[in-house]
């Protein structure tokens, strides 16, 4: 069983920039396309970034340009470095993990990301 656990997130100003971290129980990353998504208060949850067990990077058009999706299999880490942080980026951050040829998948606890003056 997959354990996903988030760090990073807190409060920033706006143009400000945060650095999540998912640390996985394993070494997944060759058999896991890698996630991140994001919840805001009342609306659904959205895809931000993906990263394939290959290293290909996919990207919201909303944060294209601003966040990087990064991995490091020897430390079974993900990452989420976001940059020119906007109030519209105010969410719950959640790390997700998905088995490239099963159901398998995984979810993160969650981390709170709040752009706010």
């Known amino acids: 069983q997959v354990q996903l656990v988030e760090s990073g997130g807190g409060l920033v100003q706006p143009g400000g920039s945060l650095r999540l971290s998912c640390a996985a129980s394993g070494s997944i990353f060759s058999r896991y396309t890698m996630d991140w998504y994001r919840q805001a208060p009342g609306k659904q949850r959205e895809l931000v970034a993906a990263?394939?067990?290959?290293?290909?990077?996919s990207y919201a058009d909303s944060v294209k340009g601003r966040f990087t999706i990064s991995k490091d299999n020897a430390k079974n880490t993900m990452y989420l470095q976001m940059n020119s942080l906007k109030p519209e980026d105010t969410a719950v951050y959640y790390c997700?993990?998905?088995?490239?040829?099963?159901?398998?998948?995984?979810w993160g606890q969650g981390t709170q990301v709040s752009v706010s003056s």
């Open positions: 990263i394939t067990s290959g290293g290909s990077t």
């Open positions: 997700h993990a998905q088995h490239d040829w099963s159901t398998n998948n995984a």
